[in-house]
């Protein structure tokens, strides 16, 4: 189930990826597919190394092009641990409402994208967020679970801070706030009960079987209900005046680094690589795990189908 709509999104062979916060790695794998360079950042070891194990799955299988790579590695979002202007495209999917320096992962996520690169994030959108809040205090106060909901005008603000300039939103997942207002209204822990079981087996029978009755059911609920509040966004140029030019003699003609090449000494400590030869985005810097997200994303994990 993804949220980022690559019609949208558009997402070429050869693109260098970072999916920040990947959890289960539902993007990640998508991306892959698409014959892009991959990294999978979480500071979830758990779900990162099953992330690795998928990648490694899919290559097997022959569903990625031959020229994909795809890294899976621990990390962390105020930290990250590649140098400016890494990657083409930056994707942080149901992440925000976790963190508390939401800025900070901001301006991260903004320098290791490089000039005219493109960004995607998506978080639970304001209505249908509110309601799940009013209904149940279990919903959100938990270790890990969401502690802000952004209208998205404020998402919007805080991306144009941060110096991206947004080109698109839309809303998705229109069928899946009605299981949530459900659960919330039964209790978040509480599967057993007749409706919320019911509309379980619809959102599984949609996800599996995508019928046309449901598509177009989604397509008409998501302006009006959609889940997910989805925002795209580029990273400027910077004004060319901005750029001194060098004085007549000085130019560096050595020629860049290429993306594969680093010291040993720089490898990060915690990474699963899917497949062998050096990282597409260069081997990171050393990164510490620490506490990404500003909170437990353990729970988070238990929290997954609720983005």
């Known amino acids: 189930m993804l949220t980022i709509d690559f019609s949208?999104?558009?997402?070429?062979?050869?693109?260098?990826?970072?999916d920040l916060g990947c959890g289960a790695g539902r993007h990640a794998f998508e991306c892959y597919r698409r014959g892009a360079h991959v990294v999978a950042l979480d500071r979830n070891g758990e779900?990162?190394?099953?992330?690795?194990r998928w990648f490694a799955a899919m290559?097997?299988?022959?569903?990625?092009?031959?020229?994909?790579?795809?890294t899976a590695m621990e990390g962390d979002a105020l930290a990250l641990p590649f140098p400016d202007d890494s990657?083409?495209?930056?994707?942080?999917?149901?992440?925000?409402?976790?963190?508390?320096d939401d800025k900070g992962v901001l301006a991260e996520m903004v320098r290791v994208l490089r000039p005219g690169g493109r960004i995607a994030v998506t978080v639970?959108?304001?209505?249908?967020?509110?309601?799940?809040?009013?209904?149940?205090?279990a919903y959100h106060e938990v270790e890990g679970g969401h502690i802000r909901i952004y209208r998205g005008d404020e998402l919007l603000d805080k991306m144009r801070e941060a110096g991206l300039r947004p080109y698109g939103t839309h809303h998705a997942h229109g069928l899946h706030s009605p299981y949530w207002w459900l659960k919330c209204a039964f209790g978040v822990d509480n599967d057993k009960a007749l409706p919320v079981r019911a509309y379980h087996k619809l959102l599984v029978w949609d996800i599996m079987k995508k019928p046309l009755a449901t598509r177009v059911a989604e397509s008409a609920l998501n302006p009006l209900i959609g889940k997910s509040f989805v925002a795209y966004a580029t990273k400027p140029h910077p004004p060319a005046g901005l750029l001194p030019d060098p004085e007549p003699g000085t130019a560096d003609t050595t020629p860049p680094p290429t993306h594969a090449a680093a010291s040993a000494a720089d490898a990060a400590p915690t990474r699963a690589d899917a497949t062998e030869g050096p990282a597409p985005v260069g081997t990171p810097r050393t990164?510490?795990?620490?506490?990404?997200?500003g909170a437990s994303r353990t729970a988070r994990s238990s929290h997954e189908e609720r983005e």
């Open 124 to 137: 639970p959108r304001y209505g249908p967020e509110k309601v799940c809040w009013t209904l149940s205090d």
């Open 287 to 293: 990164a510490s795990p620490t506490d990404a997200f």
């Open 87 to 100: 990657f083409d495209v930056v994707i942080i999917s149901e992440v925000m409402e976790h963190i508390p």
């Open 8 to 18: 949208r999104f558009p997402l070429a062979a050869g693109d260098r990826v970072l």
């Open 59 to 70: 290559r097997e299988a022959g569903e990625v092009p031959a020229t994909a790579t795809a």
């Open 47 to 52: 779900e990162i190394r099953e992330v690795a």
